[in-house]
């Protein structure tokens, strides 16, 4: 009898949100860590496969020593690191200002259909064409300042990060939305109270892939446009045959793009379980 009354012999109590979390992030940060080891090896690989030259094609021991192992490779990191805190300000600008538009642009898409057949056509337009063909155009209007790089940036970052947010607000049930007008509630509110918060998985979804998208966009803007940060570095080592820098400023911002993917879904992982918590206990 004693043992049917012990607590372990009934069922096992299931795993705490933090634990929960905990194996998610442990799970993130060993995914990521796997694609790094197998990007590594694709790296090596290619090199034997295309029997690439030495002179051209450096491997992961010849960018390390690069960067730590020769006399002026203090020199060098702290050249590349004044040039990245550059380029993650220009993709930060691009950022903001890309997913600040989605979102203005979703809002306005899920209200009227008017601004659908108007908005969504010129979004697809600026993800067609190419941002080497609109740069010129570009330069002559608004100069080679932070604008050029917030509009570059931004157009990479627009169009997808668009539609996962418009989805998202569009994944109201009719009975939600129905509910919130019965008692009192205007489209607006419906769009604040519910929609948005029901969107934050595609809103999350929409700044893991604004992250590499923006870095993307600011390093053609320094290319094309503003002759700084790591996309006009890469381009002028390269048109000097400075090879070995030219691979450490790509691997360098390569493993910054994937650390900051990752914090973008280390993010998303803790911001969507606290919001799940906080809708199973009702907001208490």
Known sequence: ????????????????????????????????????????????AGLRLFDVSEYVGKGPSDVWTTLFGEDDSAELRGEIGTLLLETLGDAAVGFVSGMLAAIALAALVVRSKVMESTVMPVALVLQTVPLIALAPILILVVGRGYA????????VVLFPALVNITVG???????????VLVYGGSPSTVLRKVAFPSALPALFASVRIAVPGAMTGALLAEWLATGRGIG?????????????????????????????????????????????????????
């Open 1 to 44: 009898m004693s043992t049917l009354l012990s607590p372990a012999a009934g069922p096992e109590a299931p795993a705490g949100p933090g634990r929960a979390l905990l194996r998610t992030v442990v799970r993130q940060v060993a995914t990521m860590l796997l694609v790094l080891g197998v990007v590594v090896l694709l790296w090596i």
């Open 148 to 155: 050029i790089v917030a509009i570059m940036s931004a157009i």
């Open 169 to 179: 607000l569009r994944s109201v049930t009719p009975q939600m939305r129905d509910l």
């Open 232 to 284: 006009y570095a890469v381009v002028s080592a390269a048109n000097r045959s400075q090879n070995n820098k030219v691979w450490a400023l790509v691997v360098v911002i390569t493993l910054v793009s994937l650390l900051l993917y990752l914090v973008a879904q280390l993010v998303e992982s803790v911001v969507l379980s606290r919001f799940a918590q906080v809708s199973a206990t009702g907001g208490r």
